[in-house]
């Protein structure tokens, strides 16, 4: 898929390599510490991402969470964007994204809902002034 290599070089070409440093030091669990030190590009860590099944053209949601954690909401955007332009993933499965970001959470995502009418609390309006 030529719309994900050209995500990935777009990325790439946004990422410095102070940039790099933070990104490798927000997902330094799931690269030890002899690998982070070979990673010296933007591309090579999308490579090692995708090696260790971190990344693929279908699943992007690794990398939402790192630049999301990571406070690069231009990367992020991007990723969104190529989701839902190339993917044509729908709002209610972006969502269902965005609530499963992280793998941690997962678990709570059954928990993660609105009140019904019976649980929300009706607040009297303020009084009148006089």
Not at 68 to 87: A, C, F, G
Not at 121 to 128: E, F, G, N, R, S
């Amino acid at each position: 898929m030529a719309e994900y290599g050209t995500l990935l070089q777009d990325l790439t070409n946004n990422i410095t390599l102070e940039d790099l440093e933070q990104l490798k030091s927000a997902c330094k669990e799931d690269i030890p510490s002899e690998k982070s030190e070979e990673i010296t590009t933007g591309s090579a860590w999308f490579s090692f991402l995708e090696s260790h099944n971190k990344l693929d053209k279908d699943n992007l949601s690794y990398i939402e969470h790192i630049f999301e954690i990571s406070r690069r909401p231009d990367l992020l955007t991007m990723v969104i964007d190529y989701r839902t332009r190339v993917l044509k993933i729908s709002e209610e499965d972006e969502l269902d994204t965005k609530l499963t970001r992280i793998p941690s959470a997962k678990k709570y995502k059954d928990i993660i809902r609105q009140p019904s009418e019976e649980e929300i609390i009706k607040l009297a309006p303020p009084p009148k002034k006089a």
